[in-house]
């Protein structure tokens, strides 16, 4: 079937410190892959994505390279801020009527220190 | 211009009792999800509505329901409450249905907050 697997939280790091976050998927076809982003209290926000292979996605210092050979789409950033802390979601999703949906990933809460 | 909107933002019922939430998706757009999101459970897909009709629905019981308008809105009805219930319950609209366009966004609303005592 069809999954995102993503690396457990919670992730605590100092303010100004480089951020990866592990993201891989499974799927059946050729996925639009996707980071999204959920600040407390609020719902999702598109954070970037990528539709095709080596793509890379960015937005706001945040990078995500799309890597079919390795199934992944890991997110970067090199310097992050306090105001970076949320729970971040790994998504896919796929062309077809009946996988007509997002599949995310379970998120990963990132927490910034000052 | 407006983003998806959901009502109420929170709604406390009790366990039997039954539950309206409603979504007004982006103007122009036709497609809306459903996505249920429990503690530590990440989201969990619900239902796919896309013009007027449901599309798709997650692994979930017939109690849970839902329709599209006219209008494209949408509404989400839980009958016969479980306290498992409790969630963050949020909607996303797209232009075209997610699986019709490569890359096609989905915009999420703010959500409903559902508990169930």
């Known amino acids: 079937g069809n999954s995102v697997t993503q690396m457990e939280g919670p992730v605590t790091l100092s303010e100004e410190a480089f951020l990866t976050i592990n993201c891989t998927y499974t799927?059946?076809?050729?996925?639009?892959l996707f980071w999204y982003v959920q600040y407390p209290g609020e719902g999702l926000q598109l954070l970037l994505k990528?539709?095709?292979?080596?793509d890379k996605g960015s937005n706001k210092g945040f990078e995500a390279t799309y890597r079919k050979e390795t199934t992944s789409f890991h997110l970067e950033k090199g310097s992050v801020q306090v105001s970076d802390s949320a729970v971040y979601f790994c998504?896919?999703?796929?062309?077809?009527?009946?996988?007509?949906?997002?599949?995310f990933g379970k998120g990963t809460r990132l927490h910034i220190l000052p | 211009e407006a983003g998806v909107t959901q009502s109420p933002t929170h709604l406390i019922k009790t366990r039997g009792q039954q539950a309206t939430l409603r979504c007004s998706p982006i103007?122009?757009?036709?497609?809306v999800y459903w996505y249920q999101q429990a503690l530590g459970l990440g989201l969990q897909f619900l239902l796919w509505?896309?013009?007027?009709?449901?599309?798709n629905r997650g692994n979930f019981p017939p109690r849970f329901s839902g329709r599209q308008f006219p209008n494209y809105s949408s509404e989400l009805n839980v009958n016969a409450l479980e306290l498992e219930d409790s969630a963050l319950y949020l909607c996303?609209?797209?232009?075209?249905?997610?699986?019709?366009?490569?890359?096609?966004?989905?915009?999420f609303g703010q959500g409903t907050r559902l508990t169930v005592v």
């Open positions: 996303a609209s797209s232009l075209v249905g997610i699986g019709q366009a490569r890359g096609s966004e989905a915009f």
């Open positions: 799927a059946t076809g050729y996925p639009s």
């Open positions: 990528a539709t095709k292979a080596d």
């Open positions: 998504a896919l999703s796929l062309r077809g009527n009946r996988d007509d949906k997002i599949i």
């Open positions: 103007s122009g757009h036709t497609s």
């Open positions: 509505y896309d013009e007027g009709e449901e599309r």
